[in-house]
């Protein structure tokens, strides 16, 4: 038969003889290797030569176990894995435990060399006798073959790993000279120790630690007698005994192990009696086995560091490629500490999940990203969601386990104008010409710097408001608070749509499948591009920072079992926008929080200075705040999980209900997600101490500006022209009313001073007619339109008349 020693005749008839088998097994308990003699003959020399040129020495290796994933206090998160194993000494396993294994493995286990020299014979003689050839292993001999079987495995070896278990005389014989080798220099407690953390006790727990774990919910050195004779009994026929799948099975085993137990004085009859009257079903305490995050406190976050430690450039000390790092996390006992603040999560999740409820069927979703300017660590991130039923993280990208598009971003985006604008030399009391719109009427805005142009539209961009506002000059404090959309429009052709994405990409802005924002001057002002909440809190945070971006890591530091560190990267930081720059538009965003900004009345920015921006889309599907103090950037965003239905059909959130906040015809940024981004800031910086955003200097106060030549009453050819040798560039603008003469030049934008090289627009008299312009505070002022065919960033920059109106931010 296949077991047999047909590639070693010599040896089979060395096995086969009493006297040869008296030589090999003195051999074995002596541990040297002898020639030999009488009649054994020149078979059994054969036989003998050919054990004396085995290999002896045997290595073990590190156990591949569980790593741990800890967070920034040292809790444990979760534990990756491929074999569910943790190591743990021997005096961290019960007496009961030791007794039972050794009891039903090899009973003479603390009095051999590692072969048990009766049970050896009895196989020879089975064997001879033509039965199956039996293995009569003593403990040390498994422990010698499993380990070889693991490390095959760990090496990707699978022949070797078939080769370490298969049934031959060559193999026994090389496994009975590694096990005389391994008595020599480990001890028998070392050798248990070994053998108990490493074998397979079914359900896939490897190891008496897991399994204890697995089907009792106790540790090792809390095994009762039942529970011991249990575990111990799988490891013969770990799917045969398994008292998940197998109960009546894994019973019997149990009471076998149980007599074996009581034979040899390991246990009384009166506790072995007992023992065995109770069901293996009562005995178990087994939940359903789920993915290492399903088992996370912190599912969400737990996946997110696992693909980041996957994915991630910083982490190629961990492998070249997704699968080794994954080999090397799963099987290293490596120590994960993470960034992540265990007081700091608790806050940002109770916060989403009170506007947001978890299961609700309202087609609501919420996520909100904490990171620290400065350095990217990720302290807190919160998804009101059940990873059960949802594993995307709408936090971050595809990558790192989120979606493949993101969401809109809304007005969100009009800080990138202004900072473009500031960095440019724009003075930050600058005013620029907003065209009048309304909710009802666009602005349509047209000419050589937006319809063909770089980062422009390919038709007329309508751009409408949430009320009526503009036809006048407007500061950038009034613009950026109220988040009017044509103001936002200007700026932009003002400072170049292809200069405001450059700012976006530099202070971290992407889509959620890692590519720039689609460049369409749409996406550069209104935010119909898309994004992650982890994506746009860095971003912010770059102005908490001084204009230092930081690429957010969840990582702290890897160490391995034996303490020695893994070598992380530090986090990568930048500066890509001027300090002066973050200092000003800092200030001008504090507007939001007050004077009648978007989010005014939700904080006090004299008790503790903040800034942001809200933001939501056209059609109100998905409302966003960012914002950020010294110490701290979140972003926070609601919206509509699914953008569209099958038919195209966008959902929209006005007429929903918002947990503890109650509900609302209409849904803006400052509707919900402001006041949940301002109840979780004001939890997170409880006791931090309050600091000031630096003071703008004067010269960016002032900004660097020269003057702009006096125009009025030209025709636009003359002025142009003008301009053109003051060092501006030009191009015209809307009509407005003028005592100028009709056609002539009534106005610039900016006016008195612009930046040298900059585009000044001109504003040509339409005659004395009354203006149009009308000023209503807002309510609340709203901002992007869903992408087509329900996926974000799909929507069209520009349009013409009768086209679908495009993607845009409001407020």
């Known amino acids: 038969m296949d077991g047999r020693a047909q590639n ?9 003889g009493f006297v040869v088998l008296s030589t090999v097994a003195g051999l074995l308990l002596a541990g040297i290797a002898v020639p030999a003699i009488g009649a054994s003959g020149q078979a059994a020399k054969s036989g003998v030569d050919f054990f004396n040129d085995l290999p002896s020495d045997f290595e073990v290796s590190p156990l591949a176990q569980q790593s741990k994933i800890v967070d920034a206090k040292n809790h444990v998160i979760a534990n990756p894995y491929d074999e569910n194993r943790i190591i743990v000494p021997l005096n961290k396993i019960s007496k009961n435990m030791r007794n039972a294994q050794i009891a039903i493995e090899d009973a003479r286990f603390y009095e051999h060399g590692g072969l048990d020299l009766r049970g050896f014979t009895r196989a020879v003689v089975s064997n001879a006798q033509g039965g199956d050839v039996q293995g009569a292993s003593t403990l040390t001999q498994q422990f010698v073959k499993v380990t070889l079987q693991e490390q095959a495995l760990r090496a990707g070896d699978e022949q070797a790993a078939k080769a370490a278990v298969a049934e031959n005389y060559g193999r026994k014989l090389q496994e009975l000279k ?8 480990f001890t028998k407690d070392q050798i248990l120790q070994g053998y108990l953390n490493l074998v397979y006790y079914g359900d896939q727990a490897y190891g008496v630690e897991a399994a204890a774990l697995n089907y009792f919910g106790v540790h090792a050195n809390k095994l009762t007698l039942g529970q011991s004779a249990l575990l111990a009994g799988i490891v013969q026929q770990p799917t045969a005994y398994n008292p998940v799948i197998n109960p009546k099975q894994a019973q019997a085993r149990r009471n076998v192990v149980l007599t074996r137990m009581q034979q040899l004085g390991f246990a009384s009859a009166k506790d072995v009696a007992a023992a065995k009257k109770q069901p293996v079903e009562k005995m178990l305490h087994k939940k359903p086995a789920k993915g290492v995050c399903h088992r996370s406190s912190e599912p969400y976050f737990c996946a997110y560091v696992m693909a980041y430690l996957q994915h991630s450039p910083q982490l190629a000390a961990l492998g070249k490629t997704p699968e080794e790092r994954l080999k090397r996390i799963n099987q290293g006992g490596l120590t994960i500490r993470t960034t992540l603040d265990p007081a700091m999560q608790k806050i940002t999740q109770r916060e989403i999940t009170k506007a947001v409820p978890v299961g609700n069927k309202s087609n609501l979703g919420g996520a909100i990203t904490v990171v620290e300017p400065g350095t990217g660590k990720v302290l807190a991130m919160g998804q009101a969601a059940d990873f059960d039923k949802n594993q995307t993280n709408w936090n971050v990208d595809q990558v790192y ?6 969401y809109q971003f809304g007005s969100t985006a009009k ?8 960095e440019q030399g724009m003075p930050m009391n600058a005013q620029i010409f907003t065209p009048f719109a309304t909710n009802h009427v666009d602005h349509s805005f047209g000419g050589p710097k937006v319809v063909g142009a770089p980062c422009g539209a390919d038709k007329p961009w309508d751009v409408g408001n949430d009320y009526a506002i503009g036809g006048r000059m407007m500061s950038l404090s009034e613009g950026i608070a109220k988040s009017v959309n044509t103001w936002a429009a200007q700026l932009s052709i003002e400072v170049g749509p292809c200069n405001v994405l450059d700012t976006m990409k530099k202070m971290g802005i992407h889509m959620a499948n890692g590519k720039e924002v689609d460049r369409t ?3 550069a002002t209104l935010g119909s591009g898309t994004t992650t909440p982890l994506a746009l809190a860095s971003a912010y945070a770059t102005l908490a920072a001084d204009g230092t971006y930081c690429e957010p890591s969840p990582i702290v530091s890897i160490t391995t079992p034996d303490k020695k560190e893994i070598k992380v990267p530090k986090t990568s930081c930048k500066q890509v926008i001027k300090k002066e720059t973050a200092a000003a538009v800092s200030s001008l965003l504090e507007g939001t929080l007050k004077n009648g900004g978007t989010a005014d009345g939700l904080w006090d920015v004299s008790a503790r200075p903040a800034a942001g921006k809200t933001g939501t889309t056209n059609g109100h599907n998905q409302s966003w705040f960012a914002g950020y103090t010294r110490q701290l950037a979140s972003a926070v965003w609601i919206g509509s999980v699914n953008v569209s239905d099958k038919n195209g059909k966008f959902y929209s959130l006005n007429g929903k209900c918002f947990g503890s906040y109650g509900c609302f015809s209409q849904v803006f940024g400052g509707t919900v997600s402001a006041p949940v981004w301002a109840n979780t800031m004001k939890a997170l910086s409880k006791g931090m101490k309050v600091e000031q955003f630096p003071t703008p200097s004067s010269q960016t106060q002032r900004g660097n500006l020269d003057p702009i030549p006096n125009v009025y009453a030209r025709n636009p050819g003359s002025a ?6 003051a060092g501006f560039g030009s191009t015209v603008g809307q009509s407005i009313p003028s005592n100028a003469p009709v056609g002539t030049v009534a106005g610039t934008s900016p006016s008195g001073e612009a930046v040298r090289g900059s585009t000044v627009t001109l504003l040509i008299s339409s005659g004395a007619a009354a203006s149009p312009a009308v000023n209503v505070k807002p309510t609340r002022p709203a901002q992007t339109k869903p992408p087509t065919k329900g996926k974000p960033g799909k929507g069209k920059p520009g349009k013409g008349k009768g086209a679908p109106k495009p993607p845009g931010g409001k407020g």
């Open 401 to 406: 386990g989120g979606g493949p598009y993101g």
């Open 8 to 16: 070693f005749p010599a040896v089979l008839r060395l096995l086969l």
């Open 415 to 422: 800080m990138f104008g202004l900072v473009t604008a500031i």
């Open 521 to 523: 001057i749409s996406n």
């Open 720 to 725: 142009a022209a003008i301009l053109q040798g």
């Open 178 to 185: 590694y096990a005389v080798n391994v008595e020599e220099n």
